[in-house]
């Protein structure tokens, strides 16, 4: 919201000399916050001049310009930069005459851009200065020709400062308006803001007006078949009927400079006055073209299909959510948002009907997100308007026009109003202090409401408060400490650390998932956070769990460039009111948001990434409904049955860990060639979870739809049984490489390396103990293994039967080799393994390691066949 000074400075009293920055500092000190300050960008020397003569010149290019005598100061003095009182002025324009008032940028003034301007010579005569169009002013688009002030009904002397006549010289102040001070954005509100913040008085133009009730009724009918949430689409219809209004009357040029500085260009005298009082007043307003109507207005929602052409010139597919005002021919106006083109007032319009209504905020806000149209009216609307201000601000309207364009004030017209009074609010003795934690006396409670417009009532000696119509957020007594608070002054309430009571701090959860974070961090991975929302396609896509293979021929080798997505569909949880339509569906997976923020980044020149991101997944259970439970009364603590029904009725939510790699681990460098990222780089990353844990997770060759076959892994740990139970392997995520094909749907490399981690089971099994193996201190006895087996058999699995075979003396296994050709049947490899035997307490002999040795072969051999390679 932009505040023009002059404008703030009719309802409040500012002291001279007081500046932009001033006003900021005064309501920032109530709540509202300072975004940026708005000039015309302009200096003088620039003053109002008289066309004395001119002469049209043709130039060799086609073009005709005029060569004008300006009188730019009176008989006998010398002009504002020093010069004589005629300049010679080169102007391209054609639109003005002999005798007409101009105005006169002279040497030495600069305009917006900034564009300085100085005597040149051009087309032949040396330019003492420059004729302004409105554009170069910066008080509208209209660069037709110069600006005549005639045009804008103004009559000043040869000589006179323009900046001051055009108000160029105002500024303005831009406020953050939040969803809930929907009041400030109007003069009107921020006027009152003020006032609180300095103690000057506030005079209310709500109340300078007097309002006449219509004497005839203009037919207005609410017929809302459909309201949402039971809530009628307008509450408040007023209008106002004005006759031989004059379309040739300009807007005076303090309106243009003041509507210039909001943010709104000058369109016609009847348009500029709506919107000058919207802004005034807080209250959006529309006017008709009465002529154009066809009988009395009617509010009601469209119907399926429906359309509507609106002031923009685009036709409209309505929804039956929309509420429409129409006359008997049908639509005139998609109401609060924009008015349509069959009635729209034009420089034909002379007699002219005033809309000033009140429609439902949430039914305003979803037909502009719907049709894409964010408007003044809408902005306003959808955070609420002062019901009790809409016959005010038509009454406003009506007064302007009488005194600018002519017209008269007829006694047609209509009040709907089926609006009734805030209810109070009980405010116990002493609830604000105690919320606070500062000592308020009962006067300041009292005087703090009262200013902010509420009215008081002792009630057995307790504080009832009635909120203003304009403050719809002012709802309970928690709301209204919350002003007592923000008027006495933030600066009384102290700045206390609060201290942690012993034995608190941060919960094992917490830890873990910082602990997991640095570790991340540390080892060359950026956090990243994306937004919960994908598409279906992406759920199915990733929502589905991995499941283990069996070992199979071909499964480790298996070809995956041709291979086709075969998304599966997936429980997913559908957003009513998405801010994308193409994406309305809660994540259940973190690995869609994560592949798109790397096409963006890869679109953006950066290509090799390593990215995480810690969040919650949504993943609700096939058949069971969320969100029927019923919320019990607020000042009701819910009974245990119907907290377990509330927790019943929120989606499951594991909070995971997801990781993508692009690109190179490591970059090319002198010496050294890049080394890509690959299957190894995700497993990588799932380590240093596990390091960051304490939590061994396991790794086995895993199947998923999104994933390549055969660089796949399931990650899992193994969960203890109750007593005698056998200890079971528990999934808790993949990891691996894309499949080429899903890569390529988020314009990605082929290679691209994700993994997906649960962190919430592996977080149960973090006892938060760290495991220490003691160092042996006896000499090791170190031997190759070479085992052949079937192509298709995991390394980690033969790996796994040759460490469980060699028992407690095998210190430890290392893949070192995997050899497939000469010297080995097709179908076969061969894997080898470095081996280090070591005892507890003695040295070992070479038979001892040996026949561990062998015991690990032999287990090899039973599970998968093995053979030693010769």
């Known amino acids: 919201m932009r505040v023009p000074l002059s404008w703030l400075g009719e309802f409040v009293d500012l002291a001279p000399g007081t500046t932009p920055e001033d006003v900021h500092a005064a309501l920032v000190s109530v709540g509202l916050e300072e975004e940026d300050i708005h000039r015309f960008e302009v200096s003088g020397p620039i003053v109002v001049g008289e066309v004395l003569e001119f002469a049209g010149e043709e130039q060799t290019n086609g073009k005709t310009i005029n060569w004008c005598q300006v009188r730019v100061a009176p008989d006998g003095e010398l002009a504002a930069d020093g010069g004589p009182a005629v300049h010679g002025i080169i102007c391209g324009a054609h639109n003005f005459a ?26 032949g005569h040396v330019s003492d200065g420059m004729i302004a169009s409105a554009r170069e002013l910066g008080l509208g688009d209209e660069h037709d020709g110069i600006l005549l002030l005639k045009n804008l009904g103004i009559d000043a002397p040869v000589g006179a400062d323009a900046i001051a006549l055009l108000g160029l010289d105002d500024s303005a102040v831009e406020i953050n308006v939040t969803p809930d ?12 803001e003020y006032s609180h913040a300095t103690g000057v008085p506030f005079r209310d133009p709500a109340l300078a007006l007097t309002v006449v009730a219509p004497v005839t009724r203009f037919p207005v009918t609410i017929d809302d078949q459909a309201p949402i949430r039971g809530r009628s689409g307008s509450s408040v219809f007023v209008t106002r009927v004005v006759r031989g209004v004059d379309p040739t009357r300009p807007t005076p040029a303090w309106m243009i400079a003041r509507l210039g500085l909001v943010g709104i260009r000058s369109i016609s005298l009847v348009v500029d006055v709506t919107n000058y009082v919207m802004f005034e007043l807080g209250q959006p307003l529309h006017g008709y073209d009465l002529d154009k109507l066809s009988g009395g207005i009617i509010v009601r929602r469209a119907t399926a299909g429906e359309k509507f052409t609106t002031l923009d010139a685009v036709t409209r597919t309505l929804s039956v959510e929309d509420l429409l005002i129409t006359d008997e021919s049908g639509p005139i106006g998609l109401a609060g948002v924009m008015g349509g083109a069959s009635t729209e007032i034009s420089s034909k319009t002379v007699n002219v009907l005033v809309e000033a209504a009140n429609f439902d905020p949430v039914s305003i806000a979803r037909s502009a997100r719907r049709h894409k149209l964010p408007s003044e009216a809408s902005k306003r609307f959808e955070r609420g308007v002062d019901p009790r201000v809409a ?13 600018l364009a002519g017209g008269v004030a007829d006694d047609l017209g209509s009040v709907y109003d089926t609006t009734t009074a805030p209810l109070p609010i009980v405010l116990p003795t002493g609830f604000v202090s105690g919320l606070i934690g500062l000592n308020y006396t009962g006067d300041e409670v009292r005087d703090a409401l009262v200013e902010i417009g509420a009215a008081l009532h002792d009630v057995g000696g307790v504080l009832h408060a009635t909120p203003p119509t304009w403050r719809p957020d002012l709802t309970d007594k928690w709301t209204l400490a919350e002003e007592v608070a923000r008027i006495v002054g933030y600066d009384r309430i102290p700045s206390v650390l609060p201290v942690a009571p012993p034995g608190r701090g941060l919960t094992r959860t917490q830890m873990l998932r910082r602990t997991v974070a640095q570790t991340l961090a540390a080892t060359g991975h950026t956090e990243v956070l994306t937004y919960p929302f994908v598409s279906e396609r992406a759920n199915n896509l990733f ?75 949504f993943r609700p259970e096939a058949g069971v409904t969320y969100g029927s439970a019923v919320l019990p009364a607020g000042g009701e603590r819910p009974s245990a049955q119907v907290e377990a029904a509330l927790n019943a009725g929120i989606v499951p939510q594991p909070l995971m860990v997801g990781v993508v790699l692009v690109g190179n681990d490591v970059r090319h460098q002198p010496g050294l060639p890049a080394a890509p990222t690959g299957w190894q780089s995700a497993l990588a990353a799932v380590q240093q979870v596990a390091l960051a844990t304490g939590v061994r997770i396991g790794v086995r060759q895993g199947v998923h739809p999104a994933m390549h076959p055969g660089r796949t892994a399931e990650l899992f740990v193994t969960v203890p049984g109750a007593a005698t139970a056998v200890a079971r392997a528990v999934s808790v995520g ?59 058999v995991p390394a980690a699995a033969l790996r796994a039967a040759v460490a469980e075979g060699a028992g407690d003396l095998l210190e430890s296994i290392e893949l070192v080799d995997d050899y497939r050709g000469a010297g080995v049947e097709p179908g076969q490899k061969s894997l080898t393994f470095a081996l280090r035997f070591r005892g507890e307490e003695r040295t070992l002999t070479a038979a001892e390691a040996s026949a561990a040795r062998l015991a690990g072969v032999a287990l090899a051999a039973e599970r998968f066949g093995a053979t030693l390679r010769e």
């Open 391 to 403: 016959a005010v601000a038509a009454a406003r309207v009506v007064q302007l026009l009488v005194d």
């Open 98 to 123: 002999v005798g007409d008032k101009v105005v006169v940028t002279l040497p030495g003034a600069s305009l917006p851009g900034p564009f300085p301007i100085a005597a040149r010579k051009t087309y």
């Open 543 to 617: 929502g589905v769990a991995v499941t283990a293979t069996a070992v199979s021929a071909g499964a480790a080798d298996a070809d995956a460039s041709a291979a086709s997505v075969a998304p599966v569909a997936v429980p997913q949880m559908k957003i009513v009111n998405p801010l994308d339509g193409e994406a309305p569906f809660l994540r259940t997976s973190m690995l869609p948001g994560l592949l798109q923020i790397a096409h963006r980044n890869r679109s953006r020149g950066l290509v090799d990434l390593a990215m995480y991101e810690q969040g919650l997944v």
């Open 734 to 792: 993949f990891a691996g490489e894309l499949l080429p094909a899903v890569a390529d749907d988020f314009d990605l490399p082929a290679v691209v390396a994700v993994a997906e981690i649960n962190l919430g089971l592996v977080f149960a099994q973090a006892d938060g103990d760290l495991t220490v193996t003691p160092i042996r201190t006896m000499p090791a006895a170190t031997q190759d293994l070479s085992l052949v087996v079937a192509a298709f």
């Open 181 to 192: 001070r929907g009041y400030a954005f109007s003069i009107r509100g921020v006027a009152r």
